[in-house]
């Protein structure tokens, strides 16, 4: 079977921070499926695939590609997974799961993701490709209908706010150690994904010192650095999570 390729965004460190590539990471990383990074920036995402697909059909990553065929978008992405490696552990186990993982989605991406993204998003333009800045601030800049040093100017109220949209989680985490349960599912992936992708970048801690989250976080970057499937060493290099300092244990 020819190995199944990852295209993915990455920075001039070449790491990658797109929390949708990462979530794709983890699901690959549990099915046990082996794969070669195709790192490209913004600029090359369109030309992934040309002369085998449509010029229009890629306008984001992650994309896979397998024996042949282009999957582009993570949950075509996820679902496509299961319904071409069924002898694999799904990622879905049932219709049930696979609607409350999209539940789950929709909720991260309207209550979490956005302040965390415009908490760190000068980091991010900071560790873009050189070529590709202007292209990003102008973007983001429409996107947010203000610069992107005045979006950076509020990172502690967007840190807030994210801080405070964690509760349900929080509250979930509370009896079991993943919110799958007893392993990992992909509403676990989604939401490492983000705290994985953006940890290489950002110069504020996401979380409190004293977050009860901090330990579910550090058990997916756990998985994170056990991503032996790619040959690139971004897995093994967490340096956000690793100097995230714990409060001073109390004094009786």
């Known amino acids: 079977m020819p190995p199944l390729k990852l295209y993915e965004l ?16 983890f699901a690959l990383q549990k099915k046990g499926i082996a794969y070669d990074n195709a790192p490209t920036g ?3 995402i369109p030309r992934i695939g040309r002369g085998r697909i449509g010029s229009d059909m890629v306008k984001t990553v992650p994309v ?27 990622l879905f186990s049932s219709p049930a799961e696979l609607a409350m993982g999209k539940f789950f989605d929709k909720w991260f991406g309207t209550a979490v993701l956005p302040p965390m993204f415009r908490s760190c ?12 800045r202007e292209y990003f601030r102008a973007t983001r800049e429409r996107m947010f209908k203000q610069t992107l040093e005045a979006v950076a100017a509020d990172s502690d109220m967007y840190i807030a706010r994210m801080r405070e949209a964690l509760l349900p989680m929080r509250l979930a985490l509370r009896r079991d150690p993943y919110l799958g349960g007893d392993q990992p599912n992909y509403a676990d992936h989604i939401a490492w994904g983000a705290f994985v992708g953006f940890s290489y970048i950002v110069e504020k801690p996401l979380l409190a010192p004293d977050d009860p989250l901090h330990a579910w976080v550090e058990r997916g970057t756990a998985l994170a650095k056990a991503c032996s499937f790619t040959a690139r060493t971004a897995c093994a290099r967490f340096p956000y999570f690793r100097s995230l300092e714990r409060p001073a244990p109390r004094k009786h």
């Not at 990455?10 to 590539?21: C, H, K, L």
């Not at 998003?121 to 590709?132: G, L, M, S």
């Open 42 to 44: 913004f600029f090359g």
């Open 64 to 90: 896979v590609e397998h024996d042949g065929r282009f999957v582009s978008e993570s949950w075509a992405i996820a679902e496509w997974l299961d319904e071409a490696f069924p002898d694999l552990p799904r």
């Open 10 to 25: 990455d920075n001039i460190e070449g790491e990658s921070t797109s929390p949708f590539v990462w979530r794709i990471k």
């Open 121 to 132: 998003v000068y980091q991010i333009f900071e560790h873009v490709r050189p070529e590709e």
